[in-house]
């Protein structure tokens, strides 16, 4: 079986040299289940997110930028790794044993773009969800962890671990996230000023907000922005026909519809104003000249759109909207990157690791290999023309277990294995993707070579026994890897069945 990347050098890449110089500072800033409609400067008047909008006027903002799997886990998987949930193995958010001796490390042998800056001298630390296994244990290279202890948490009474050591929060969780980088910012510039050869550093900020639970869990502040909201940015519309319920109520959702787009909505806003705080922060040390800024979210949400409540697994079959794979994405770095600019090539995040990398300085190739290729020509003001960008960059695809998706510009096609049902929308004639092509008698001409396409791609790029096409992924959590200690595949063993109305409970 072809095993997943490691950290072997290949060529091209540089030698680690413990300090360079010119390298800066990166501040990687992720939400969690933020639509790509939550955000005031992608065109949405009702939500309130000022410190977001700044820094998307002050950098270059990507509207059409797509998370690789629409859930947590194997969504973070390709951020860190370049790679799709077909070769790294994470296909679903992730259940079981996640702190501890026995926690497994989903990622354990496989080169992540942080590996890659730590051998070139980075100091590395994260404060927030990591939710890929293990997530109390720094991984390698980090010298400062404070990590949530699984994927989801109230926005009160945390448990966090630092370094190893388990604490529980009294602050609000976005709050408590946000001093802790301030910390690490603090230590950092402290060690910069003192060393005649800087040290940079790559601090993860990996907010919860706004994922659930949403009433009642933020502060007054914030919720009172929202009381007289008519919320017409998340119209309700029917319930989806393929949306899983328990004891009636969408999973996802809540019964009191209202106060949960209040809880949503405020989570964003809270989230955006430490985010401003977390960019004065780094006006007053002296170093945002220095620092590259990034801001996304794993996967997009849907609060109504399309009738759901929910991400990928808001329904089952899993969905494919844009409104689920779609996510904020912003790019900041004073005198670097250009400012207010807004670009429209499809974009994905199997290409991130790949683009930090130049953008540091750093060769990208270790992360080009795959699906992924840089695109910092389309960020830095002195990149390299934007026609070196390859040909397939003008396509992007999905996977989700035995759902995958592929998209132009002009066409998405989705496909589930085995037996369907597919979905073709005309993205040109209908960008709300309301009319299925594929429920015509008469087959649209767009289909085969879609279809052949997104085979190719994804034989192309995964690994037969990860193949998220014959796994049995049903967006209800994946709660070991696919291979034991030996390396023996287990597919069958490591998802959960549905657990919804309807459907037999394992």
């Known amino acids: 079986m072809p095993g997943p990347a490691t950290t072997a ?17 990166i501040v990687f800033i992720l939400s969690d289940d933020q639509g790509p409609w939550a955000l005031g400067c992608a065109g949405n008047s009702e939500i309130q997110t000022p410190h977001l909008d700044a820094l998307a ?24 790794t370049g790679q799709i949930p077909s070769r790294h193995g994470v296909h679903d958010y992730l259940t079981g044993v996640e702190v501890g001796a026995q926690a497994p490390d989903y990622l354990a042998g496989q080169l992540i773009f942080t590996d890659v800056l730590a051998e070139n001298g980075y100091r590395l630390g994260l404060s927030g969800k990591w939710h890929l296994g293990a997530n109390d244990a720094p991984r390698k290279g980090f010298v400062h962890w404070y990590g949530l202890e699984g994927g989801g948490s109230p926005y009160t009474g945390a448990t966090m671990y630092r370094n190893g050591e388990r604490e529980e929060t009294s602050s609000y969780l976005t709050d408590a996230i946000t001093e802790d980088a301030h910390k690490f910012l603090n230590q950092e510039a402290s060690r910069q000023q003192s060393q005649e050869a800087k040290e940079p550093f790559f601090l993860a900020v990996n907010y919860t907000a706004p994922h659930k639970p949403w009433k009642g869990q933020h502060p007054a502040e ?5 009381a007289d909201c008519a919320f017409e940015s998340c119209p309700q519309e029917e319930p989806h026909p393929w949306q899983p319920t328990v004891d009636g109520v969408a ?7 209202r106060a949960a787009l209040v809880g949503y909505f405020a989570a964003v806003s809270a989230m955006d104003a430490a985010i401003g705080r977390l960019m004065a922060h780094l006006d007053s040390l002296g170093i945002r000249e220095s620092t590259l800024v990034i801001f996304s979210s794993d996967n997009g949400f849907n609060c109504g759109h399309h009738g759901v409540w929910g991400k990928g697994n808001g329904t089952f079959p899993q969905n494919m909207y844009d409104s689920s794979v779609k996510v904020p994405a912003i790019f900041h770095w004073p005198g670097r990157i250009a400012g207010g600019k807004v670009r429209a090539e499809l974009l994905s995040a199997y290409d991130v690791a790949a683009t930090i990398l130049e953008i540091a300085g750093l060769d990208p190739a270790p992360f080009e290999t795959g699906p992924g290729a840089s695109f910092a020509p389309l960020l ?5 023309p934007e ?15 035995p759902v995958r998706m592929i998209r132009t510009q002009d066409f998405k096609y989705v496909h589930r294995h085995p037996h369907g049902p597919h979905e073709l929308y005309d993205l040109a004639a209908d960008p709300g993707e309301r009319v299925n092509l594929m429920l015509d008698a008469v087959a649209h001409p767009m289909r085969p070579a879609l279809r052949s396409r997104m085979a190719g791609w994804f034989a192309n790029h995964g690994v037969p026994d990860f193949d998220g096409a014959a796994l049995p992924v ?28 309807g459907t037999p409970r394992p």
């Open 474 to 501: 049903a967006g209800a959590g994946q709660h070991s890897p696919l291979h034991s200690p030996v390396g023996t595949p287990d597919p069958l063993g490591a998802f959960t069945g549905p657990n919804w109305d």
């Open 387 to 401: 026609a070196e960008r390859r040909a397939g960059a003008v396509v992007v695809y999905d996977e989700y277990g």
């Open 251 to 257: 999973i996802g959702g809540e019964p009191d519809v």
């Open 222 to 226: 914030f919720e009172d922005l929202y």
């Open 9 to 25: 050098a290949l060529p091209g890449q540089p030698q680690p040299t413990g300090q360079h110089p010119t390298l800066p500072n």
């Open 380 to 384: 830095l003001t002195d990149g390299r």
């Open 57 to 80: 006027a002050q950098g270059t903002r990507l509207e059409n930028f797509f998370c690789v799997s629409p859930v947590c886990s194997p969504a973070r998987a390709s951020l860190m």
